[in-house]
């Protein structure tokens, strides 16, 4: 078992940046790989970014590519996204996820095995 706690949203306006973190408890974390989702209402939940254990396999969704980064600091038992350039499209709730097949950075949202609560990011125009 692992739990999931998101810290970092917020109001930001269009271009600015924020860093969203996400603090793992439980089993080993570096035990997983790592991926960062979004929900808008009405919409469903899509990938942003995944990471496998070791931070050696990033991916990341085409629409975020260039603005986003995801890291990781496995002393920390942290995930990270930093995002950059923010735009309104980019306003949702950011969830973190761990998924047990640490070898591999998914971006298939069933692939991962448990979820953080989330925290609202919102991108005034």
């Known amino acids: 078992q692992v739990q999931l706690v998101e810290s970092g949203g917020g109001l930001v306006q269009a271009g600015g940046s924020l860093r969203l973190s996400c603090a793992a408890s439980?089993?080993?974390?570096?035990?997983?790989?790592v991926g960062w989702f979004r929900q808008a209402p009405g919409k469903e939940r899509e990938v942003v970014a995944a990471?496998?254990?070791?931070?050696?396999?990033?991916t990341y969704a085409d629409s975020v590519k260039g603005r986003f980064t995801i890291s990781r600091d496995n002393a920390k038992n942290t995930v990270y996204l930093q995002m950059n350039s923010l735009k309104p499209e980019d306003t949702a709730v950011y969830l973190c996820a761990a998924d047990s097949n640490k070898y591999i950075a998914t971006m298939e949202k069933n692939d991962y095995d448990y979820w953080g609560q989330g925290t609202q990011v919102t991108v005034s125009s």
């Open positions: 439980g089993r080993t974390f570096r035990m997983y790989a």
């Open positions: 990471m496998n254990w070791s931070g050696g396999s990033t």
